[in-house]
């Protein structure tokens, strides 16, 4: 009876609960539209089970795909939620949201997820221990990336006043480059050096154990996720500018904070779970991987998709703000990965940091 009662309880608290918010979304949408702010949020809380259930379809079909091309689904897919999103807020002309979710999502999943990771894996293991050289080369690469990345917003700042420099066509260039790195650190991690990223694939793999679904089932679920998620993101995206002013929140920090913690909630969940089981391989997969792959793939693949999509192209001159906290999340994530160690003090400091970031943005005027 008391386990009966116990599984009973875990459902109840589920994230899976949140499934709720779906319908009342859409209908606060259709009868309600007035009420902007109750809708953006209720929007937010619908898309994280979403975002889940999108991650678990992918690893299905991943895990039937083989070794590599399964490799290669989990990793272009894993923050689908998240491109989604900024698909929608790109064909709705909120580019400032777009930018600032990709800036959020690099330095949430650096500080705020690693730093959630490190301190509740820190309370119940004094000192955990993970690979170096696996953390040494994603840190690495997300460091080289994200510089890439904020190289335009750098000679926007930096240019001499009074010339002009073609910022469209340095972004493009830029994002071409990282696309191609992309796919080469996808052959450096699944096939060359396949066994410096084996140990973490290994825990995710029995991370995600259980009974597996069939192939149909997985690519329903996927798709009706996806259309789900794409039918919130225009509620959330409409409601944004007038939920945000009525808060008193800027554009800029909804997308920072907001925005880039919904779209991967649910992996944030698994990074902080495998923490707290002792599997810091997988927990420091899941948080420099993510922030790599914005990085590397959603950034430029967003540059390529607002010529078709948006109403004026992207390009990827961010604040001083936005620069400042991806290249200081970034170095000191290649810092602190650097030996191998944990602890929960570790995890404080970096939870501080991303606190003090985003207090910095929500009080960044305008947007």
Same mark, same amino acid.
């Given at each position: ?11 109840l608290f ?17 009868f309600?539209?007035d ?9 937010c809380?619908?898309?994280?089970p979403?975002?889940?259930?999108m ?39 909120q ?9 959020g ?18 309370l ?7 690979n ?6 994603q ?7 994200s ?10 700042i ?11 066509a ?7 480059l990282?696309?191609?790195v ?14 410096l ?13 259980g009974?597996?679904?069939?192939l149909?089932l ?6 009706l ?6 039918w ?10 007038a %939920?945000?002013?009525?808060?008193? =929140?800027s554009?800029? $920090?909804? +997308?920072?904070?907001i925005? @880039? /913690?919904?779209?991967? #909630?649910?992996e ?19 948080a420099?991987?993510?922030?790599t792959?914005?990085?590397l ?10 010529? %078709?999509?948006?109403?004026?192209p =992207?390009?990827?001159? $961010?604040? +001083?703000?936005?620069?400042? @906290? /991806?290249?200081?999340a #970034?170095t ?20 501080a940091?991303?606190v ?12």
């Open positions: 009876m008391p386990e009966k009662r116990k599984k009973i309880l875990k459902s589920s994230i899976n609960v949140l499934l709720l918010f779906v319908p009342l979304a859409v209908y606060l949408e259709h309600n539209p009420r902007h702010t109750l809708i953006f949020f209720v929007a809380l619908g898309i994280i979403l975002a889940g259930w991650g678990h379809a992918t690893e299905q079909i991943a895990n039937r795909a083989g070794e590599g091309v399964g490799g290669f689904l989990n990793a272009t897919f894993g923050n689908a939620a998240e491109l989604i999103i900024a698909i929608v807020a790109l064909r709705a002309g580019i400032e949201i777009v930018k600032a979710s990709l800036t999502s690099i330095i949430g999943n650096l500080l705020l997820v690693l730093g959630a990771s490190f301190l509740a894996g820190g119940f293991h004094k000192i955990q221990e993970y170096p050289l696996s953390a040494r080369a840190a690495q690469m997300l460091l080289l990336s510089v890439a990345l904020i190289v335009p917003a750098l000679f926007h930096v240019h001499v006043r009074g010339s002009t420099i073609n910022e469209a340095i972004s493009l260039w830029m994002a071409g990282l696309i191609v992309y796919f080469l650190s996808l052959l450096f991690s699944l096939k060359t050096h396949i066994h990223f084996q140990t973490s694939r290994e825990e995710e793999h029995h991370e995600n154990g009974k597996a679904w069939s149909t997985a690519v329903t679920i996927l798709a996720a996806t259309v789900f998620i794409a919130l993101a225009e509620i959330l995206v409409g409601s944004v500018e %939920a945000a002013h009525s808060v008193g =929140m554009k800029i $920090f909804v +997308g920072i904070i925005v @880039a /913690i919904i779209g991967n #909630a649910a944030h969940s698994t990074a902080v779970v495998a923490a707290l089981k002792n599997r810091m391989n997988l927990s420091l997969s899941i420099i991987g993510s922030s792959q914005i990085a793939f959603v950034a430029p693949l967003l540059i390529f998709l607002s010529y %078709a999509l948006a109403p004026q =992207m390009d990827l001159v $961010f604040s +001083g703000g936005e620069v400042f @906290a /991806i290249l200081i #970034a000191l994530t290649a810092h602190i990965t650097n030996d191998g160690h944990s602890h929960w003090f570790t995890g404080v400091l970096l939870i940091l991303y003090i970031l985003g207090v910095g943005f929500y009080f960044v005027p305008g947007g």
